[in-house]
């Protein structure tokens, strides 16, 4: 048997045989481009012309939120995604096609089909999933064609959308579970209701401005009765708070005109997030996992009216909180988790390990009301089949949702892409392949687990790796033997604890590949790959955060779901060092210092008060200093961890000293996560963010979003090979994409444009 990393290396021989063919024929088609594109109106036509290539991977999947299965047809299905839009299959998943493309928001809480109608179609966007990472739309979107064409039908600041339920009979009655903004207080959130189709909205069931919905249920048998799920949460850029007094069970028998407090049976005191379901056979029997001290799995037996504990049984509540009653038989319950967990007597006892096989991490479960063995799961990995009640599973890997955080490249030819993913490890890939079909997932192979980030590779030796996963876990791989040597920076002191981000930045010195940087809440120095380490002061604020209260109240051990997915706050999130002058360095921190040093690390000075219009405290998404200048350095800033979704682009001229806003045309909401600078041409920048990349010929006096071929998705990072001129976006939902050869781009300007 092969072992994998000679796989890799005799992959990479068979493809570098034909390279420089496939280079050649990439410049020729590049440059054909450019005369056909001289023509171009303006710089948006030329943008919306360029040929990318999504290049996968499809291996993994990505997080799935929901699914809406057309009942009288279950070959036709729509999986709702955290932040890849809706797909669509109508051949039952044999193949699947995105139909949100084109609309200005990914992320989908929610979506639904009309009983009555399966052409009608409701969307609500902005994932419910309450993470870090977690995506936001712009309101509940519509489609009466079967998902062919939308309509954005308002409650457009919502943000986060919890659930939609159709009248079984009525198609223009429709309720909304708006969760609300999930990093701070806003008014539109509750429990909305309409009845022309979307014309209008009635707010049903506002609690205060911190909660919202985040589930409701409609009797299937008596439609006006409806129950719903408040959720008082909160998250912060350095923690979170899961829970308050307005967390809860409502009710209502007349359609929503009055709701009331279910508390029978139902634990006292603070509540946290709350999942329900109605047993389709007898709608008395209701179902409700409860996040609480005294919480857990719950059932009614009278609609509500009084509640039974059937165990404490209550996965990670923040991040799932789903539970689905088999519904043929109420005695088979089953609550998304890490793990699925699975109950055969009404919730009394679990077991998590019916559901084996494919990826955990569970949002998504649907099972046919004709035939319970037919079951579809959505996970952070995506899409899966059972047709054995869960004992099997078929796992859809033609749909390519992988959530990259952070890219980089080798030199190769031709290269290599490395990355890591959301909850799905860290990836190598060929940038192309002499397979007609093009790269497939077989071309691909992993290089670390966990929740992947920086993967980065030694440019004078691409079998060297530096691979990085959650909270601080870096190691140095060695493709060729397969080693692989944790390297983690650790305190002497041994009564001294490092902080590290979730995402944790690493950087390779341009001056000299030996030596590597690595960001916690100091900057770690290494002059010989890892081995050893040097270290700054701590380049934070170094903030106390148990002092720094959230919805007005201290976070205690108490606090439900406290600081979910933050373990430390007040760390580097990322690094740079001037490709031009050795030594001279850049940190960007979470909680708003922007650091510059001139001598290698030794003295440092704090320059992100003198940013202007930046509010104190902004999460630093990305530095980067220039290649044409020794003193310039451009900043990307992200407040959406403050609740203000406001641009934040700048550029400095003097190493910090005065800065100035490069966010000109991009509209509020358009949230920036990274900025590169081509090596060549300096007027030439590269935007990534929210909700697309960003191209400026003339640096930032105007933008143009990249469109076309490139469907609306977070653009968590942007890489441009040094050698090939490729353009690579590493995509938040969308895996990678490139344009091979961006000479067109390089060689742009008004003049040409104007010719």
């Known amino acids: ?32 481009l450019t005369v056909q594109l001289l023509t171009a109106q303006s710089v948006e036509d030329f943008v919306n012309q360029l040929e990318w290539r999504n290049i996968g991977p499809a291996n993994m999947g990505g997080r799935i939120n929901d699914f809406a299965v057309v009942e009288a047809d279950p070959n036709i299905v729509f999986a709702a995604t955290a932040s890849a839009g809706v797909w669509r299959t109508t051949n039952n998943g044999v193949t699947w096609e995105p139909v949100f493309d084109e609309q200005p928001v990914s992320s989908i809480g929610d979506i639904a089909v009309a009983p009555s109608d399966p052409s009608i179609v409701w969307v609500g966007s902005g994932e419910s999933n309450n993470r ?39 198609p223009e009655v429709v309720y909304v579970a708006a969760t609300g903004h999930l990093w701070g207080p806003n008014d539109d ?7 022309d189709g979307g014309q209008t909205w009635t707010n049903t069931l506002f609690i205060d401005r911190d909660t919202g919905m985040t589930d409701v249920a409609m009797d299937p048998v008596s439609p006006g009765t409806l129950y719903a799920a408040s959720y008082q949460r909160r998250r912060t850029a350095f923690g979170f708070s899961g829970g308050g007094p307005g967390s809860g069970i409502y009710k209502t028998t007349n359609g929503g005109e009055s709701w009331r407090r279910l508390t029978d049976g139902l634990p006292d005191g603070i509540t946290g997030r709350v999942g329900l379901d109605i047993y389709r056979s007898d709608p008395r029997i209701v179902y409700a996992v409860v996040q609480n001290a005294n919480g857990g799995m719950f059932r009614s037996d009278d609609r509500g009216e009084s509640w039974t504990r059937m165990s404490d049984t209550n996965p990670r509540p923040m991040y799932y909180s789903q539970i689905r009653i088999d519904p043929l038989n109420d005695q088979r319950i089953w609550a998304a988790g890490a793990r699925m967990v699975y109950s055969q007597d009404g919730g009394k006892t679990f077991v998590d390990d019916w559901v084996q096989t494919i990826h955990g991490d569970f949002h998504a479960l649907w099972i046919n009301p004709a035939d319970s063995n037919h079951m579809l799961a959505g996970s952070d ?54 397979y007609r079909r093009g790269i497939t997932n077989e071309d691909w192979f992993r290089v670390g687990g966990g929740d992947g980030f920086y993967t980065q590779v030694d440019p004078n030796d691409p079998t060297t790796l530096y691979v990085e996963s959650q909270n601080g876990n870096v190691s140095r791989l060695d493709l ?3 080693e692989r040597k944790s390297i983690r920076p650790e305190p002497e002191d041994e009564s001294e604890r490092y902080r590290f981000d979730w995402n944790s930045p690493i950087l390779i010195s341009p001056h000299n590949s030996q030596t590597i940087y690595y960001g916690g809440n100091r900057l770690f120095k290494s002059t010989d790959r890892g081995d050893t380490w040097t270290t700054t002061d701590d380049l934070s604020k170094d903030q106390d955060r148990d002092e720094m209260p959230i919805m007005g109240v201290e976070v205690t051990d108490d606090t439900p779901s406290r600081h979910d997915g933050i373990s430390t706050f007040g760390q580097i999130i990322s690094i740079s060092e001037s490709p031009r002058r050795e030594g001279v360095l850049y940190v960007g921190t979470d909680d708003g210092n922007v650091q510059v040093s001139q001598d290698g690390g030794t003295s440092w000075q704090e320059v992100a008060g003198l940013i202007p219009d930046l509010p104190e405290g902004t999460y630093v998404s990305r530095v980067q200093a220039s290649y044409h200048a020794d003193t310039r350095v451009y900043a990307t800033m992200d407040g959406h961890r403050s609740d203000d979704y406001s641009v934040y682009v700048y550029v400095s001229e003097d190493s910090g000293d005065s800065w100035r806003s490069l966010a000109s045309n991009i509209p509020d909401g358009h949230t920036m996560n990274v900025i590169r600078e081509h090596p060549r041409n300096e007027n030439l920048l590269v935007l990534g963010g929210e909700f697309g990349a960003y191209i400026t010929i003339n640096r930032g006096e105007e933008w143009h979003q990249i469109k076309g071929a490139v469907p609306t998705v977070p653009v968590d990072d942007i890489a441009i090979h040094s050698r090939d001129n490729d353009l690579i976006l590493g995509t938040h939902g969308r895996s990678i994409w490139v344009l091979d050869d961006m000479t067109p781009l390089e060689k742009l300007s008004e003049g040409v444009l104007a010719s």
Request: charged share 15%; aromatic share 12%; proline share 2%.
């Open 1 to 32: 048997m092969v072992s994998w990393s000679k796989r890799v290396i005799m992959s990479r021989q068979y493809v570098t045989s034909l390279g420089n063919i496939l280079g050649c024929l990439v410049f020729l088609s590049s440059s054909l």
């Open 132 to 170: 870090q990472s977690s995506s936001w739309g712009n309101g509940v979107y519509k489609s009466t064609d079967g998902g062919d064409s939308w309509t954005n039908v308002g409650l457009e600041d919502t943000l986060h959308i919890g659930r939609i339920v159709i009248h079984p009979t009525n």
């Open 189 to 195: 959130r509750g429990l909305y209701k309409t009845t």
């Open 381 to 434: 990995g995506g899409v899966h089949y059972s047709y054995d009640r869960g004992r099997t599973w078929d796992f859809v890997n033609t749909m390519a949702l992988g959530q990259f955080y952070e890219i980089g490249y080798d030199m190769e030819t031709p290269y290599n892409i490395y990355g890591g993913l959301q909850d799905n490890g860290s990836w190598g890939g060929p940038v192309r392949t002499l």
């Open 480 to 482: 060729e033997t397969s």
